[in-house]
């Protein structure tokens, strides 16, 4: 088990960036494979970006494929969230959660909910027009 804090979020207006980061506990953050979640009100919870364990596979949303970036350093137990060009339909509270890969693969990411075992508390991102 590990546990997860976000920080980072905040008001931005459209068009502006925000980087939002995630401290893990624990000697084994090296071991998971993290995602970026977010929900907005009244929505489910959706994928927004993953990362292999490794550090060399990362996955996008359709949504955010090319404005934002996702990243870690497991030296400092952290993954971080880039996020570029902004729009309202970005608003949502963002979740980093961390997974378990199967039979320790290394590239493991997965976009589904259901197969992170860990989340933090989330961190509100509101993007004004």
């Known amino acids: 088990q590990v546990q997860l804090v976000e920080s980072g979020g905040g008001l931005v207006q459209a068009g502006g960036s925000l980087r939002l980061s995630c401290a893990a506990s624990g000697r084994t953050f090296r071991s998971y494979s993290m995602g970026w979640f977010r929900q907005a009100p009244g929505k489910e919870r959706e994928f927004v970006a993953g990362?292999?364990?490794?550090?060399?596979?990362?996955t996008y949303s359709d949504s955010v494929q090319g404005r934002f970036t996702i990243s870690r350093d497991n030296a400092k137990n952290t993954v971080y969230l880039q996020m570029n060009s902004l729009s309202p339909e970005d608003t949502a509270v963002y979740y980093c959660?961390?997974?378990?890969?199967?039979?320790?693969?290394?590239?493991?990411?997965?976009?589904?909910?259901?197969?992170?075992?860990?989340w933090g508390q989330g961190t509100q991102v509101t993007v004004s027009s």
């Open positions: 959660a961390a997974a378990t890969p199967p039979r320790f693969d290394i590239w493991y990411v997965s976009r589904r909910v259901g197969d992170y075992d860990d």
């Open positions: 990362i292999s364990s490794s550090n060399t596979r990362t």
